[in-house]
């Protein structure tokens, strides 16, 4: 099994920059992705990880680390449309083809 | 392409009933996931198919639970005398292999009552 942790709830200021944390512990490690969630709409693919260091999209980046079990979502320049939940998915060899998933942190980006 | 779809959107049925729920992957995607997800969790993985071939199942679906890609295109996930505890949101997810990015439909929530 594994062990995937991300902090539950975060609340930034519009404009702002905010960093979402995720560790994970797995044996079979073969990359990570990082969703965004809207209330009752699907995930959306932001980024995916497979190799450690930094990975610029725009104003969204990830960073990997392998050697430490962590990865970061770092989100600039904020909009309101920003707020969602963030979900830290990790791809393990040893479970097949399946994503597992943390249980999203909850980001509210206030005025 | 208009993406993952999944119908119906939503369900409501009563304890004890059948559902089926249908899933359209992206053309030309061969591998296609079944989630579910309930409030504040991030979605647990149920099955695997790669075209036709139902490769991976997780502990959590249980014998109530069956799920089939007749042709390799569409997928129905069907079940079996729900119960309360089935009560969540049924994501379809579909990959071409090429790339590990899982694109997700927007969900079927289903309320058992």
């Known amino acids: 099994g594994q062990n995937i942790d991300q902090p539950t709830e975060m609340t930034a200021t519009e404009g702002a920059i905010v960093q979402i944390n995720c560790t994970y512990q797995t044996s079979g490690f073969n990359g990570l992705f990082w969703y965004q969630q809207h209330a009752g709409e699907a995930p959306t693919f932001l980024s995916y990880n497979v190799l450690d260091g930094l990975e610029e999209k725009g104003r969204f980046s990830s960073f990997l680390s392998r050697s430490k079990g962590y990865s970061y979502l770092l989100l600039k320049e904020l909009q309101m449309k920003d707020s969602a939940s963030y979900l830290c998915?990790?791809?393990?060899?040893?479970?097949?083809?399946?994503?597992?998933f943390g249980k999203g942190t909850s980001l509210l980006v206030t005025p | 392409d208009t993406g993952v779809s999944q119908n119906p959107r939503h369900k409501i049925t009563k304890r004890g009933q059948n559902v089926t729920f249908r899933c359209d992957p992206i053309s030309e995607h061969n591998r296609l996931y079944w989630y579910r997800q309930t409030l504040g969790q991030g979605p647990e993985f149920l099955t695997y198919f790669q075209n036709e071939a139902q490769l991976e199942k997780s502990r959590l679906l249980s014998d109530r639970f069956s799920a089939e890609r007749p042709k390799g295109s569409f997928s129905t996930l069907e079940i079996q005398r729900t119960e309360q505890g089935d009560s969540a949101m049924y994501l379809c997810?579909?990959?071409?292999?090429?790339?590990?990015?899982?694109?997700f439909g927007p969900g079927t929530r289903l309320t058992v009552l």
């Open positions: 998915a990790v791809y393990d060899s040893n479970s097949g083809y399946a994503l597992n």
């Open positions: 997810a579909s990959t071409d292999g090429s790339t590990d990015t899982q694109y």
